[in-house]
Nanobody, 125 residues
Framework: QVQLVESGGGLAQAGGSLRLSCAAS????????MGWFRQAPGKERDFVAA????????YDAGSVQGRFTISRDNAKNTVYLQMNSLKPEDTAVYYC??????????????????WGQGTQVTVSS
């Protein structure tokens, strides 16, 4: 079992920055693919970014490319999402996720087994 706790959400102005953190329990954090998803009001939950275990390859959605960066610190069992140049359309609840399975596609919710409770990000114009 893995428990995920997000933090770092809040209110930011357009053009500003926030850094989300996701702290994971368990001793095998480095063996999990980690992802960030977000859900805006009235919309489905969408992929934002992911980082694979082992090679630490990263992936992100086109809408955040060049603005958001995912990273992980295995010593701290934590994954981060650095969000720069925020836009009002980035407003959503952001969820951290984890998967210990092989060969997954990091882009899909069904690939992940564990989810955090979410943290609200609100960007004002």
């Amino acid at each position: 079992q893995v428990q995920l706790v997000e933090s770092g959400g809040g209110l930011a102005q357009a053009g500003g920055s926030l850094r989300l953190s996701c702290a994971a329990s368990g001793r095998t954090f480095s063996s999990y693919h980690m992802g960030w998803f977000r859900q805006a009001p009235g919309k489905e939950r969408d992929f934002v970014a992911a980082i694979r275990w082992g090679d630490d390859n990263t992936y992100d959605a086109g809408s955040v490319q060049g603005r958001f960066t995912i990273s992980r610190d295995n010593a701290k069992n934590t994954v981060y999402l650095q969000m720069n140049s925020l836009k009002p359309e980035d407003t959503a609840v952001y969820y951290c996720s984890a998967s210990g399975r092989w060969g997954i596609s990091v882009y899909y919710e069904r690939s992940y087994d564990y989810w955090g409770q979410g943290t609200q990000v609100t960007v004002s114009s």
